[in-house]
């Protein structure tokens, strides 16, 4: 049996977050020690905390947390549940990775013309330039995007 500090480290969770996932009964209930009623977590315990460690970290919410939690109780009966939940968040990192290319290549050509203006070099700007407003509409297209799912 491991104590919450011990598993904070092992999970990679805060100790608050521990917390807080036993409130919203994504794991547990947490055994407690007889005398101090302090948390004591069982090797499961950690191994579902590092399985939610992982979803968090990838951006996956409480509800699809908790129903891969369930599903994970359910084994092989719940495999293509589990196979969903995954291939609906890889594809959300998928169009989130698009994203972050655009607002990358914007970032590289808007810092060439800069490079060009710091550089006096007006052949130069005027070719960056263009290139900036090359992208200009796949930028905005992408930001529309965002907000849009976002919302």
């Not at 590092?50 to 970290?57: G, I, S, V």
């Not at 005027?126 to 799912?149: G, I, W």
């Amino acid at each position: 049996m491991l104590t919450i500090r011990e598993t904070s480290r092992q999970s990679g969770l805060s100790e608050p977050t521990l917390r807080y996932y036993e409130d919203v009964g994504l794991i547990g209930p947490v055994a407690r020690d007889d005398s101090s009623g302090h948390r004591r977590y069982r090797e499961s315990d950690v191994d579902a905390l590092q399985a939610l460690a992982c979803l968090r970290a990838m951006g996956v919410g409480i509800e699809d947390m908790r129903t891969y939690q369930a599903n994970r109780a359910l084994g092989h009966a719940a495999a293509g549940d589990q196979r969903d939940i995954l291939l609906r968040h890889a594809g959300r990192v998928e169009q989130e990775i698009a994203t972050l290319q655009v607002h990358l290549e914007y970032l590289r050509r808007k810092s060439a013309l800069w490079n060009a203006r710091d550089r006096a070099d007006t052949a130069g700007e005027a070719a960056a330039q263009l290139k900036v407003n090359e992208m200009l509409p796949e930028l905005e297209h992408v930001m529309r995007e965002s907000l849009t799912s976002s919302a």
